[in-house]
């Protein structure tokens, strides 16, 4: 079974400057997909950004952007000139590519709490 | 364009008392399924559905029931409130594999 391990419970950051949220996970598959869900105060689940794990280039989304290392297996989401409607819980998640039974299901990390410092 | 529903958005239950979270999705998809949010733990998946009449257990399903008759509504049944249902439930949708999931805002149940 896949396991998505985020490290660090909580971060904080100054407005307008950059941080990195970290994620690791653990697979024996070649193909999959990654996921940085966000989930602010309202409880709304947004997704941030996807990369599919074929694809060398890492995915950017505005001030979003990943850094995809898959021979490291891990995928750490970069937030540049952060602000404050940025703050919120971010989830990680895999998601498997193949089609077998339960294979679309989401892995989820436990989260990182970021907080955005005016 | 609706997306996910669900509904409600609280509730409040007594222990060994029934009740079903409904889901509704507009977008013709194929995938839903139900995850619970509890602290420090991120999502589980409690149950899945690949198509009208047709699901399967996720993660954590004890407790939960599900069923598919129509591709639009996957609701959940819990069928004696524990006071560990406690959680925020999450239903959520996609069209095949490759996409994004997209969720539902979540109802918070209190089992008392």
């Known amino acids: 079974a896949q396991t998505v391990t985020q490290s660090q419970p909580e971060m904080s950051v100054q407005e307008a400057e950059t941080v990195t949220l970290s994620c690791t996970y653990d697979?024996?598959?070649?193909?999959?997909?990654l996921f940085w869900y966000k989930q602010p105060p309202s409880r709304q689940m947004i997704l941030v950004i996807r990369?599919?794990?074929?694809?060398?280039q890492n995915a950017t989304e505005n001030r979003f952007s990943v850094n995809f290392q898959k021979a490291a297996k891990s995928f750490s989401l970069k937030i540049s000139d952060s602000q404050l409607g940025d703050a919120a819980m971010y989830f990680c998640?895999?998601?498997?590519?193949?089609?077998?039974?339960?294979?679309?299901?989401?892995?989820f990390g436990k989260g990182t709490k970021l907080s955005v410092i005016p | 364009n609706a997306g996910v529903t669900q509904t409600p958005k609280f509730q409040v239950l007594k222990t060994g008392q029934s009740m079903t979270l409904q889901c509704a999705q507009d977008?013709?998809?194929?995938?839903m399924s139900w995850y619970r949010q509890d602290p420090g733990m991120g999502l589980r998946l409690i149950h899945y559905?690949?198509?009208?009449?047709?699901?399967d257990q996720g993660e954590v399903p004890n407790g939960y029931n599900v069923s598919r008759s129509t591709t639009e509504d996957f609701p959940l049944r819990l069928l004696s409130a524990a006071p560990s249902q406690t959680s925020v439930y999450f239903c959520?949708?996609?069209?095949?594999?490759?996409?994004?999931?997209?969720f539902g805002q979540g109802t918070r149940l209190t089992v008392v």
């Open positions: 959520a949708s996609s069209y095949g594999v490759v996409t994004e999931a997209f």
């Open positions: 697979t024996s598959e070649s193909d999959y997909y």
């Open positions: 990369q599919e794990a074929y694809k060398q």
């Open positions: 998640a895999y998601r498997s590519s193949y089609s077998g039974a339960g294979s679309y299901q989401l892995t």
């Open positions: 977008m013709n998809h194929e995938y």
């Open positions: 559905s690949v198509g009208a009449g047709i699901t």
